[in-house]
T-cell receptor, first 115, second 115 residues
Framework: SQKIEQNSEALNIQEGKTATLTCNYT??????LQWYRQDPGRGPVFLLL?????KEKRKERLKVTFDTTLKQSLFHITASQPADSATYLC??????????????FGKGTHLIIQP | NAGVTQTPKFRILKIGQSMTLQCTQD?????MYWYRQDPGMGLKLIYY???????DKGEVPNGYNVSRSTTEDFPLRLELAAPSQTSVYFC??????????????FGPGTRLLVL
């Protein structure tokens, strides 16, 4: 079965620096991948979606890359701020080939931006 | 728009009891989903629906039932609660045209404790 791996340990970054989070997947080929932010006690909030034919996607200070050869997605936050502190979830589709039949989620990376 | 709403926010059940988790969305989305999130784990898909009257199983459907009689509502039923069903339950919705996945919007979650 497919496996999604994120560095679930806390990642401490100094304010103003770039935070880079990694998502690796195995045993299947997702057609897209989404990233969500989750704050304690709340539901995930969508950030970015990148498709397999896109190498990079940007939104304000956020950037996502998708390398189907390495089976990896990288999520970057530039000029990080303490308000960026949260858990970030990698979420490809449940099945290969994409579709809207639900997502599978990594355990998440807990990001802490220190002032 | 209220988005995705869930009730109750928190519930304690005794083993063997039953309950229904309510989920409503006001965005006219065709797809709706139920996920569970255990501590330190990624969200797991329980059931999903592609429209009124159509539901399908996700990764972890055992012990749960769903129905979708309207576009807006997607209740999740636990018939015989077990301690393994202690978790946080999230409902989500999205609009998909042609089966292509778009953003999922999550509710605030229902925290369930089975003792």
């Amino acid at each position: 079965s497919q496996k999604i791996e994120q560095n679930s340990e806390a990642l401490n970054i100094q304010e103003g620096k770039t935070a880079t989070l990694t998502c690796n997947y195995t045993n299947y080929s997702p057609a897209y991948l989404q990233w969500y932010r989750q704050d304690p006690g709340r539901g995930p909030v969508f950030l970015l979606l990148i498709r397999e034919n896109e190498k990079e996607k940007r939104k304000e200070r956020l950037k996502v890359t998708f390398d189907t050869t390495l089976k990896q997605s990288l999520f970057h936050i530039t000029a990080s701020q303490p308000a960026d502190s949260a858990t970030y979830l990698c979420a490809p589709p449940l099945y290969s080939g994409g579709g809207a039949d639900g997502l599978t989620f990594g355990k998440g990376t807990h990001l802490i931006i220190q002032p | 728009n209220a988005g995705v709403t869930q009730t109750p926010k928190f519930r304690i059940l005794k083993i063997g009891q039953s309950m229904t988790l309510q989920c409503t969305q006001d965005m006219n989305h065709n797809y709706m989903y139920w996920y569970r999130q255990d501590p330190g784990m990624g969200l797991k898909l329980i059931y999903y629906s592609v429209g009124a009257g159509i539901t399908d199983k996700g990764e972890v459907p055992n012990g749960y039932n769903v129905s979708r009689s309207t576009t807006e509502d997607f209740p999740l039923r636990l018939e015989l609660a077990a301690p393994s069903q202690t978790s946080v339950y999230f409902c989500a919705s999205s609009y998909s045209h042609g089966g292509f996945q778009e953003t999922q919007y999550f509710g605030p979650g229902t925290r369930l404790l089975v003792l």
